[in-house]
C-alpha cells in the first residue's frame, strides 16, 4: 500500500538532510543509508535546555518536527502506539545547584575532600 505525502520533495529532501547532519561518514554510501529508528525518533522527540534567567529546564524542537509528525501519520495512523523504549531522564543538576548541595554538605560536615581513588596508601 502506497501512501501520498502531503508535503512537498524540498521539504523531504530538507527532512532528509536535517536528520542526517549528525551521521558520523565514513564513506560516501552513508549518507544515502535509510533512516534508523533512533534517528527518526530524534527528529521528533524535545531536547531539554537549562534557560539560564528563569533557571529552569525547557524543551527544544527541531524545526522540521511537525513534519516529520504528519509524514509519520501518513504512514500509520497507530505508528505512535507501537512500543518504543520509554526514555526517564533523571535530574540533572546545573553547576549553581551542584555547589549549593556541596555547599550544605560541608555545612553538615558530611563532605569529604579525599577521594578513594586520591587516599595514599600506607607506606607510601
Known amino acids: 500500500m502506497k501512501h501520498r505525502l502531503p508535503l512537498e520533495q524540498e521539504i ?5 538532510h536535517e536528520i542526517t547532519k549528525t551521521r558520523v561518514l565514513t564513506n560516501e554510501n ?5 533512516l534508523t529508528l533512533d534517528e527518526i525518533q530524534a527528529a521528533v522527540r524535545g531536547r531539554h ?12 524542537y527541531r524545526p522540521l518536527r511537525d513534519y516529520w509528525i504528519i509524514m509519520l501519520q501518513t504512514v500509520s495512523e497507530r505508528i505512535f502506539a507501537m512500543p518504543v523504549p520509554k ?7 546545573a ?9 550544605k554538605r560541608i555545612q553538615e560536615g558530611t563532605f569529604s575532600f579525599t577521594s578513594p581513588s586520591k587516599t595514599l596508601k600506607a607506606g607510601a
Do not use: A, D, G, H
Open 87 to 93: 526514555v526517564v531522564p533523571s535530574k540533572i543538576l
Open 12 to 16: 523531504i529532501v530538507e527532512m532528509f
Open 49 to 60: 535546555k537549562w534557560n539560564t534567567q528563569t533557571k529552569e529546564w525547557e524543551v527544544i
Open 30 to 34: 552513508k549518507r544515502n543509508e535509510p
Open 95 to 103: 553547576q549553581f545547584e551542584q555547589e549549593e548541595e556541596t555547599m
